[in-house]
C-alpha cells in the first residue's frame, strides 16, 4: 500500500459537501440584495459614524448564521419549536413586567444583555405551528385550527400591548401564512377579507369625522391612529407627523427614471429624509437610482421569494412545506410593508427593509430565516439522491 493512497482531503474537498448544501439561485438573489443594501448604505450613512462598516459587519454575522443553520437537518429544526415558543412567550410575559421602556414603548429586557424577546417570535412562531400541524398531519380538524389561532394570538397580543405594531404585524404575517398553508377553508378566510375591506372604506369615507381632535378609536393606540390618519392625509401636520410621509414621496418622486446618481441625492445627503439608513432607506435609494433601479430592486426580492416557495413547494415533508411558506412571506411582508409605507399607501410602522436598512438584530432574524431555507432545500436534494 502506497503513502498516496493515505493522503489527506484537500480543503477543497473537505468543504465542498458543507457548499453543496446551499441553494445556488436563493444564494445569487440574497447576495444581489445584500450588493444593493450596501451600495446605498455608503451613500446614505457615510457621515453617520460607523454605520457602513457596522452594516457590513451584521451581513457577515447573518451569512455565519445562515451557513451554520443551514448544515442543520429540519428533523433537528423541529426539536426547536416548543421551547424556542415558550421561551419567548415567557420573555415577552417578562418585558410586561419589568421590561425597559424606551420612547414611550417598554420592548426590551436586561438578561445581561439588552434583548428584544419579540424578535425571537419571528422565527419561533412559524416553527411552533408548523411543528403543530405535523403532528396532526392526515387527521385535521377544525379544533386544530382554532388552537393554533390561539397559539398565534398570544404573542401578537403581547406584542401589541408593548406597543409594537411592526413586529406584532410581521409576526400575525408569519402565523397566519402557516395557517393558511395548512389548509384553512377559503369560506373561513373571506369574511374577515371582506369585513377589513369594508373597514377601510369606510374609514377612508369618513376619514374627516374619524380624525377630528378628540375623537378615539377603540382598541388602537393614539400613536396607531395617529398614523393612519396622518397616512390618509398626511398635510394634516407637515411638520410632525406627516413629515416622514411626506419626504418620503417627495424623494421617490424626485428619482425620475433613472435617479440623481449615486451618492447625489439631494433629499438624502441634506437630511430631510428621516431615518434614511433604516426604516426610510427604500426613499434613499429611490432618489439616486430611479424607477429603473426600483424595478430591479423588486425584481430581486420577486425573485427571492419565488425561489423560497419553489423550495417549499418541492420540500420532503409537511413540516418543511409549512415552514419553508412561511419563511418565505417573512420577507415578502418585511419589503412589501416598508415600501409601501415609504411610498405613502400604508401607515409609517418600524418594519426595516430586508438587507437594505441598518439593524443587526433584524439581519440576525433574516439570517436564521434563510439557514432554514437552505436547510429545507439540502433536505429535498438529499432525498432526490
Known amino acids: 500500500m502506497t503513502a498516496a493512497s493515505f493522503e489527506q482531503p484537500s480543503l477543497y474537498q473537505r468543504t465542498l459537501p458543507l457548499l453543496q448544501g446551499f441553494d445556488g439561485l436563493l444564494a445569487f438573489a440574497v447576495f444581489l440584495l445584500a450588493s444593493a443594501g450596501l451600495l446605498i448604505m455608503y451613500s446614505s450613512g457615510y457621515d453617520h459614524g460607523t454605520r457602513f462598516a457596522d452594516h457590513g459587519r451584521n451581513m457577515l454575522i447573518a451569512g455565519a448564521i445562515m451557513f451554520v443553520v443551514a448544515q442543520i437537518p429540519p428533523q433537528r429544526l423541529m426539536l426547536f419549536a416548543v421551547p424556542l415558543y415558550v421561551m419567548g412567550v415567557t420573555l415577552l410575559v417578562a418585558v410586561l413586567v419589568f421590561g425597559i421602556t424606551k420612547k ?45 389561532l390561539l397559539l398565534l394570538a398570544l404573542p401578537v397580543g403581547l406584542i401589541m400591548k408593548q406597543p409594537d405594531l411592526g413586529t406584532s404585524l410581521l409576526v400575525l404575517a408569519a402565523g397566519l401564512a402557516v395557517i393558511f398553508f395548512a389548509g384553512l377553508s377559503w369560506k373561513l378566510i373571506l369574511p374577515p377579507v371582506l369585513l377589513a375591506i369594508v373597514g377601510i372604506f369606510l374609514v377612508v369615507w369618513y376619514e374627516p369625522q374619524l380624525c377630528a381632535d378628540g375623537m378615539r378609536w377603540p382598541v388602537l393606540h393614539d400613536y396607531q391612529q395617529q398614523r393612519i390618519c396622518t397616512l390618509l392625509d398626511p398635510s394634516r401636520d407637515p411638520l410632525g407627523k406627516g413629515f416622514h410621509i411626506i419626504q418620503g414621496m417627495i424623494a421617490i418622486g424626485s428619482g425620475g427614471t433613472f435617479g440623481k446618481g449615486f451618492m447625489a441625492g439631494t433629499q438624502t445627503h441634506l437630511e430631510f429624509i428621516p431615518e434614511r439608513t433604516t426604516d426610510f432607506i427604500f426613499a434613499a435609494y429611490s432618489e439616486e437610482f430611479g424607477l429603473v433601479g426600483n424595478l430591479l430592486l423588486i425584481s430581486g426580492f420577486v425573485f427571492l421569494i419565488f425561489r423560497g416557495l419553489a423550495i417549499a413547494i418541492n420540500a420532503p415533508s409537511l413540516f418543511t412545506r409549512l415552514l419553508g411558506g412561511a419563511l418565505t412571506m417573512i420577507f415578502f411582508t418585511y419589503a412589501f410593508v416598508n415600501m409601501g409605507m415609504v411610498s405613502g399607501i400604508l401607515p409609517v410602522v418600524g418594519v426595516p427593509l430586508p438587507f437594505i436598512s441598518y439593524g443587526g438584530t433584524a439581519m440576525v432574524t433574516l439570517g436564521l430565516a434563510l439557514g432554514m431555507l437552505m436547510s429545507i432545500a439540502n433536505a429535498r436534494r438529499l432525498v432526490q439522491t
Open 104 to 148: 414611550g414603548a417598554r420592548r426590551w429586557i436586561n438578561l445581561g444583555v439588552v434583548i428584544q424577546p419579540s424578535e425571537i417570535l419571528k422565527i419561533a412562531m412559524p416553527l411552533m405551528l408548523a411543528w403543530w400541524f405535523q403532528k396532526r398531519e392526515g387527521q385535521l380538524r377544525p379544533l386544530d385550527f382554532g388552537v393554533a
